[in-house]
Nanobody, 113 residues
Framework: VQLVESGGGLAQPGGSLTLSCTSSDTDFATRSMGWFRQTPGEARQLFASITGGGYTNYDDSVKGRFTTSRDNAKNMLYLQMNDLKPEDTAVYYC????????WGEGAQVVVSS
């Protein structure tokens, strides 16, 4: 399975960015997916997830600001990030929530004024 994240970049505090993730997983439609982020020196951490049917769960650090969604027909996963904060600066990855595939390159997000 190949995972490719896109849409990262530079945003100002309070700004928004949308990340996309495309997956080559043939079972994508039924697989729970997660969004992870990693900062230098820290472990990659799960902060949002979505089931195949669209049920979502978020870490308190992003709840109310980030929204994940998916298009199973296109094997696509999305992350809408609003009200960005400097502490959201990280490399963002998508992957299965319970079963991990080879990690993609991630999408760098920098939140700075």
């Amino acid at each position: 399975v190949q995972l490719v994240e896109s849409g990262g970049g530079l945003a100002q505090p309070g700004g928004s960015l949308t990340l996309s993730c495309t997956s080559s997983d043939t079972d994508f439609a039924t697989r729970s997916m997660g969004w992870f982020r990693q900062t230098p020196g820290e472990a990659r951490q799960l902060f949002a997830s979505i089931t195949g049917g669209g049920y979502t769960n978020y870490d308190d650090s992003v709840k109310g600001r980030f929204t994940t969604s998916r298009d199973n027909a296109k094997n696509m996963l999305y992350l809408q990030m609003n009200d960005l904060k400097p502490e959201d600066t990280a490399v963002y990855y998508c992957n299965g929530k319970h079963i991990f595939f080879p990690w993609g390159e991630g999408a760098q997000v920098v939140v700075s004024s």
